[in-house]
């Protein structure tokens, strides 16, 4: 007769080994299940913060914020791979940890000591705790029906070049009250663009602060090294000015400034801004720095930093005012820029530029020259072929 039973040893031997078998943490489906759940309790919890802080934040900030980020996706791949360099320089953690541990004024102190480079992630973060963000409140403009608040460089940028381009990016230096001549204004408010105004004068910065611009703000000047300085400003309205040496002593005095009262204001490299808010492309860049436009330009790597078009002020009406603007154009016409011509009468509200506007060369025809005097009146067909209006 088979006997199919196991016996009492063979029983025993198998309950032995049973026992003998580890019982990993997974073992058990129930223990599993629990495990999971709490894993996605977790998460949930961390996408429920995440949720909240993010809409904490207005949505214009995160909507400049999304689309700088992903421009500047292909900059970084561009720089990185065909430049083979870094974005930042490398920072020893002993110099790091003495940065953390210093406050805001200590922190500048201490990059204008060591004259920081450019790409000094140090000065990146500095310059990017310093930066308000755009307003998401409406316009407080005192003038909201107007388009064009310039003297005639938006009109001209908008039309030569631009082709009434949407979200582009701007860089207005010398941002004064915001709103009056501003030639960042149009473009922003007329077509959607992203950008940054970069005033040195706190009482300017002020006013400026209270449109409620769609824009990055920067209370700062920007540097005419490739380091950090902390200059003496004369506050003079429109025609603030840093003071670095004694001819900028002497164009203070005599322009009768020299009674205004003086500020400390930090100036920044305007590749290290860009990097703080990582955008590397700039559609327009508008430089009124009354006089130091060209140690601004010298400053500028244009091989990593890419700008369409510019304006940068030309006060040609003495001996010293032709001679800058006669190193400004040689300089950028040698970066490979075209000096398009010259804004130089009074715009529709009344007030009065003297600016040259240049392009990349390539872009329009080259048909004027730097010596034209363009009348903003004058409407150009918004094509990338300039119509001979002179």
Excluded at 68 to 86: D, Y
Excluded at 89 to 103: A, C, M, V
Excluded at 152 to 170: A, R, V
Aim: charge should be negative; glycine fraction near 4%; proline fraction near 5%.
């Amino acid at each position: 007769m088979r006997n199919d039973q196991p016996t009492r040893d063979s029983a025993t031997s198998m309950t032995s080994n049973n026992n003998d078998t580890p019982r990993w943490f997974f073992w058990r489906p129930s223990r599993t299940f629990n495990v999971l759940q709490g894993v996605l309790i977790f998460l949930l919890c961390i996408l429920l913060i995440y949720a909240y802080a993010f809409y904490r934040i207005p949505y214009s900030v995160r909507n400049v914020g999304r689309e700088i980020f992903v421009s500047h996706i292909p900059n970084f791949a561009r720089e990185f791979w065909v430049h083979q360099e870094p974005l930042l320089d490398y920072i020893p953690d002993s110099k790091w940890t003495e940065y953390k541990r210093l406050n805001m004024t200590e922190k500048l102190n201490l990059l204008v000591r060591e004259k920081a480079s450019m790409k000094d992630p140090r000065l990146i973060d500095l310059i990017r705790k310093h930066i308000l963000p755009p307003s998401d409140k409406p316009y407080a403009l005192k003038d909201p029906d107007a388009t064009d608040y310039s003297c005639g460089q938006s009109s001209y940028i908008n039309s030569l070049i631009m082709n009434s381009k949407e979200k582009g990016f701007f860089v207005e230096a010398g941002a004064w009250l915001g709103e009056y001549a501003s030639t960042s204004l149009f473009f922003e408010k007329s077509r959607g663009w992203n950008g940054i105004l970069i005033e040195p004068d706190p009482t300017n910065f002020e006013t400026l602060r209270k449109l409620n611009r769609k824009a990055f703000h920067l209370n700062a000047c920007l540097s005419t090294h490739s380091f950090p300085v902390l200059l003496k400003l004369n506050s003079a309205s429109d025609m603030s000015r840093t003071i670095e040496n004694k001819e900028d002593e002497k164009w203070v005095i005599d322009h009768h400034f020299d009674i205004r009262p003086y500020y400390e204001v930090p100036c920044f490299p305007l590749y290290s801004i860009m990097l703080a808010i990582n955008q590397t492309s700039i559609d327009y860049f508008g430089l009124d720095v009354e006089g130091n436009e060209l140690p601004i330009l010298q400053t500028i790597p244009f091989d990593v930093l890419d700008i369409t078009s510019m304006t940068t002020e030309c006060l040609e009406m003495n001996t010293q005012g032709r001679t800058n603007a006669a190193a400004v154009r040689t300089f950028l016409e040698n970066k490979g820029y075209m000096c398009h011509g010259t804004i130089g009468a009074n715009s529709g509200h009344g007030c009065f530029a003297e600016d040259f506007i240049f392009l990349k060369k390539g872009l329009v025809s080259e048909q004027y020259k730097c010596t034209h005097v363009l009348d903003p009146f004058i409407s150009f067909i918004a094509n990338r072929t300039v119509q001979n209006h002179l």
